[in-house]
T-cell receptor, first 112, second 121 residues
């Protein structure tokens, strides 16, 4: 069953602006991950944040995690047209070979 | 490293035929692979967990006799859509957990194939 809910469902911004996407989930987790999907393609892993972490950075990406609110946010700074894609959060209940549960995704459009 | 190859990328078939989709981990061994299905503009829905050398674990509502999964080796899992019908038309994606080699904690990361778009006429 789906657990994550992304907000907003769609986001359109100008190149150079920051894009913020939010994700909420329902159960306890071991880690939360963000993935990117270009139209009609597979998913690419962006960043993983563990349940005992509150913030993580990777290049232009910044992820926060609030386990008390069961929510996470992904911030893309100085967006580029090439960032246009769908972004999904996914949660893992433990660190073993359990599957990820994906949210509905946010479709980001960056206009040049 | 940690590349997953999925083949074919696109298949069109007639109703009633069977279609096999392959998922390979190219540079690491994957004891567990996952098969997802994605409808247009929707999220990924887990269909089944494929375990090397044993039966797959299917999610509730997924017909195991219709979606046959075989994980015969540590680098290959196949999904066969049997007697395909137009409602089976969808985007199917496989993934494998990272190898978790020393120095890099990739075991929690799933690496995805590029997906297979199935169109059943």
């Amino acid at each position: 069953s789906q657990q994550g809910e992304e907000d907003p469902q769609a986001l359109s911004i100008q190149e150079g602006e920051n894009a913020t996407m939010n994700c909420s989930y329902k159960t306890s987790i071991n880690n939360l991950q963000w993935y990117r999907q270009n139209s009609g393609r597979g998913l690419v892993h962006l960043i993983l944040i563990r349940s005992n972490e509150r913030e993580k950075h990777s290049g232009r990406l910044r992820v926060t995690l609030d386990t008390s609110k069961k929510s996470s946010s992904l911030l893309i700074t100085a967006s580029r047209a090439a960032d246009t894609a769908s972004y999904f959060c996914a949660t893992a209940r433990n660190s073993g070979n359990t599957p990820l549960v994906f949210g509905k995704g946010t479709r980001l459009s960056v206009i040049a | 490293g940690a590349v997953v190859s999925q083949h074919p990328s696109w298949v069109i078939c007639k109703s009633g035929t069977s279609v096999k989709i392959e998922c390979r981990s190219l540079d690491f061994q994957a004891t567990t692979m996952f098969w997802y299905r994605q409808f247009p503009k929707q999220s990924l829905m887990l269909m089944a967990t494929s375990n090397e050398g044993s039966k797959a674990t299917y999610e509730q509502g997924v017909e195991k006799d219709k979606f046959l999964i075989n994980h015969a080796s540590l680098t290959l899992s196949t999904l066969t859509v049997t007697s395909a019908h137009p409602e089976d038309s969808s985007f199917y994606i496989c993934s494998a957990k990272g190898p978790g080699t020393s120095g890099r904690s990739t075991k929690n990361i799933q690496y995805f194939g590029a997906g297979t778009r199935l169109s059943v006429l």
